[in-house]
């Protein structure tokens, strides 16, 4: 262990001089702005830059400044969290012609309410360090209700600590917290964990351990299992570690951070501490700082049959790599419990040429027609895909 860990080390330390020295995460919105003035300026044709499949279509669903998580009620109503802003949006497609005609907001001067989840009636917003929930939502749209905190024990914590979260099968409330570093160990059990909580607040447990950074997961239909993304570690050159897929199997679970990265890389700092097969190794690998967010299974009947089942997933795209990477979706094959193959689903937010870019996927859900909807807290939309055929 130690010899292979001092090979890792010095390899690490002669890749990494392709990194920035910043200490930022993937996951960020630290683009230039100036190199994509151009193209945020004319919509339209950035939209049309979109590649996707043959029969498959993409359109604007709505403008939300900085739109991140999404959340879908039974009635349809999408709700969107923001991360840079502080306001919590609900849309609704009136006519059904697949843009929403209305939009509201809901809530604001919150802090990064990154997360939304909606069970019951009532919208579920997830700040920093609070849940908040707001009762009977939907009969309320023009004139929202106060929130109620349900629950302002999370650690306050701003690096990594904005938060998705969903309703399980199992009816709690699922909500992570991310590393409060880059890579670090914590005395507070509380980080780089996906916790657990009732819809009122009450009985917080702690489900899986060493998650740096999950900002996306879903279940899977057949087996109830949660599968998440997870974000790599930065300053370890281009293309170290991976990102990664994960799905939890039982309780208590250890996913690898901060000692280990993808299943087998030993990280150059706390590697030595543990070796690798005491974790969980992800189920799959995507490529380096890819920052892979939200994800749905699809479960539709739009789309053509080797969808069904599989996993379309968010990249956010890279902030520190010296070629960018991401900016894109990616449809993952799933068979049985395995993935068995990830390839570019639609992408075009990047201009690979000039490495300048006009959007950054975040979440992607599925709407009841079959079509998915993805949101862009870069170019402020959230787009409908569909297909025709």
């Known amino acids: 262990m130690k010899k292979s860990f001092l090979i890792l080390l010095v390899f690490a330390v002669a890749i990494g001089c392709s990194s920035s020295s910043e200490t930022k995460d993937e996951d960020t919105d630290n683009v230039d702005s100036s190199a994509v003035a151009t193209e945020k300026e004319a919509p339209k044709e950035g939209l049309d830059r979109?590649?996707?499949?043959?029969?498959?279509?993409?359109?604007v669903f709505a403008e939300v400044e900085n739109a991140r998580s999404l959340a879908l009620s039974p009635s349809g109503v999408v709700y969107v969290g923001n991360r840079a802003e502080n306001k919590v949006y609900a849309l609704k497609d009136e006519d059904g012609d697949g843009k929403a005609e209305k939009k509201y907001v809901l809530a604001d001067s919150l802090n990064s309410p990154n997360g939304v989840a909606f069970k019951d009636g009532d919208l579920y917003i997830a700040e920093i360090s609070r849940i908040l929930k707001l009762s009977d939502i939907e009969t309320q749209l023009e004139n929202p209700p106060a929130y109620e905190v349900i629950n302002d024990n999370y650690p306050t914590e701003g690096h990594h600590g904005w938060k998705y979260i969903a309703f399980g099968p199992d009816g709690k409330l699922y909500v992570p917290v991310g590393a409060p570093c880059n890579i670090c160990e914590s005395e507070d059990?509380?980080?780089?964990t996906i916790t657990r909580m009732n819809p009122d607040g009450t009985g917080r447990e702690i489900v899986a351990k060493g998650i740096r950074n999950t900002v996306g997961f879903d279940w899977k239909p057949d087996t109830k299992e949660l599968w998440f993304t997870d974000n790599g570690r930065d300053m370890m050159g281009d293309n170290f570690p991976p990102g990664e897929l994960n799905r939890i199997t039982e309780k208590g679970q250890h996913f690898g951070y901060p000692y280990c990265h993808g299943g087998e890389i030993a990280d150059p700092e706390f590697g030595g501490k543990f070796?690798?097969?005491?974790?969980?190794?992800?189920?799959?690998?995507?490529?380096?700082?890819?920052?892979?967010?939200?994800?749905?299974?699809?479960?539709?009947?739009?789309?053509?049959?080797?969808?069904?089942?599989?996993?379309?997933v968010a990249q956010h795209g890279s902030w520190n790599r010296s070629k960018k990477i991401g900016y894109r979706l990616m449809h993952v094959s799933i068979e049985g419990n395995r993935a068995t193959e990830a390839k570019v689903f639609a992408d075009g937010w990047l201009n690979d040429k000039?490495?300048?870019?006009?959007?950054?996927?975040?979440?992607?859900?599925?709407?009841?027609?079959?079509?998915?909807?993805?949101?862009?807290?870069?170019?402020?939309?959230?787009?409908?895909?569909?297909?025709?055929?």
């Not at 059990?189 to 780089?192: P, Q, S």
């Not at 009947?301 to 969808?307: A, G, L, N, S, T």
């Not at 490495?355 to 959230?382: A, E, Y």
Request: with cysteine; charged share 20%; hydrophobic share 40%.
């Open 189 to 192: 059990e509380i980080f780089a």
């Open 275 to 312: 070796p690798c097969s005491d974790f969980v190794p992800p189920v799959w690998k995507f490529e380096a700082h890819t920052a892979n967010l939200g994800f749905t299974f699809y479960t539709g009947d739009m789309f053509p049959e080797e969808y069904k089942g599989d996993i379309i």
């Open 354 to 389: 000039t490495q300048s870019n006009w959007g950054r996927p975040v979440d992607v859900i599925q709407l009841k027609d079959g079509s998915i909807l993805v949101s862009d807290d870069f170019g402020n939309n959230v787009y409908r895909i569909y297909y025709e055929g």
């Open 50 to 59: 979109i590649n996707l499949p043959a029969g498959f279509k993409i359109e």
